[in-house]
C-alpha cells in the first residue's frame, strides 16, 4: 500500500516556474515508477511525466519537453516535478501517481494523490 501527497502547488506569472513535490508513504516506494498527471477545467487527464524505480529512465509529454524535469530521492520517499517556463495552458490539478509494473500508461498506475493546483498567469 502506498500513499502519495502532493505539495507545492499555487499561483505563478507566465515564464515562472514552481517545484512540485509528492511524498509517499509505504515500505515499498522505492519499487514503483512514478508519474505525474494533470487535469486542467473541463479537460480530459493528461500524462506530464514518469520515472523509472531506480530513477535511471524518464519520459516525457511533448508538451512540456525542455521545459519540466521529473526526479525522485528514494530515501526521502519523495517525487519531484520542477517545472520551468511555465505557461497559461499548464494550469491544471496535477496529480502523482505510483506503478508497480508497467508504466506506459495511466492504466498501469495503482495509487494517486489528491492533487495540487497549479495556476499561471499571462
Known amino acids: 500500500q502506498v500513499q502519495l501527497v502532493e505539495s507545492g502547488g499555487g499561483l505563478v506569472q507566465a515564464g515562472g516556474s514552481l517545484r512540485l513535490s509528492c511524498a509517499a508513504s509505504g515500505r515499498t516506494f522505492s519499487n514503483y515508477a512514478m508519474g505525474w498527471f494533470r487535469r486542467a477545467p473541463g479537460k480530459e487527464s493528461e500524462f506530464v511525466a514518469a520515472?523509472?524505480?531506480?530513477?535511471?529512465?524518464?519520459y516525457y509529454a511533448d508538451s512540456v519537453k525542455g521545459r519540466f524535469t521529473i526526479s525522485r530521492d528514494n530515501a526521502k520517499n519523495t517525487v519531484y516535478l520542477q517545472m520551468n517556463s511555465l505557461k497559461p495552458e499548464d494550469t491544471a490539478v496535477y496529480y502523482c501517481a505510483a506503478a508497480g509494473g508497467s508504466w506506459g500508461s495511466i492504466g498501469d498506475y495503482d495509487y494517486w494523490g489528491q492533487g495540487t493546483q497549479v495556476t499561471v498567469s499571462s
Open positions: 520515472i523509472s524505480w531506480s530513477g535511471g529512465s524518464t
